[in-house]
C-alpha cells in the first residue's frame, strides 16, 4: 500500500509542474552548413537598432550630427540605403533609426 501511494504521490507532483519549465531553451539556431533559404534571409534581416530624437547641428561628407533633447549629439552615416522622409537640414528636428554597431542611419523622419 505504501509503495502505491509513493507512485502516485510522484506522479501527481510530475504533472501538477508547470509546463513552462519544461520547455526552456536557447531558441532556434541554424547550423553553419544549412544552405536554407528562409535561414539565410532572416538572418540578413534582423538587424538591432535604435533611435534618436533632436535636432540635426551638422551634415557634411555623408555624415549627420544630432544633438537630442538631454545633449547626447550622435554622428551618424547616411548612405544611399538611408531612407530619408522630408529634407535633412541643419536646425530640423528629426528622428533617426540606426544601427548601433556600425552608425548607420536607417531611417530619417522630419518632425
Known amino acids: 500500500m ?3 501511494s509513493i507512485k502516485i504521490l510522484l506522479v501527481a ?3 501538477l509542474l508547470p509546463g513552462n519549465g519544461f520547455a526552456q531553451g536557447s531558441g532556434s539556431t541554424t ?4 544552405t536554407s533559404k528562409t535561414a539565410h534571409r532572416a538572418k540578413n534581416n534582423f538587424a538591432v537598432t535604435r533611435s534618436i530624437s533632436g535636432v540635426v547641428t551638422s551634415t557634411k561628407n555623408g555624415t549627420v550630427v544630432v544633438k537630442s533633447k538631454n545633449g547626447k549629439s550622435i554622428s551618424l552615416r547616411v548612405t544611399g540605403k538611408t531612407r530619408v522622409g522630408g529634407c535633412l537640414q541643419v536646425g530640423q528636428n528629426v528622428k533617426l533609426t540606426y544601427t548601433p554597431n556600425n552608425r548607420i542611419a536607417m531611417l530619417v523622419r522630419c518632425l
Open 31 to 34: 547550423s553553419p552548413k544549412s
Open 13 to 15: 507532483s510530475f504533472l
Open 2 to 4: 505504501m509503495k502505491i
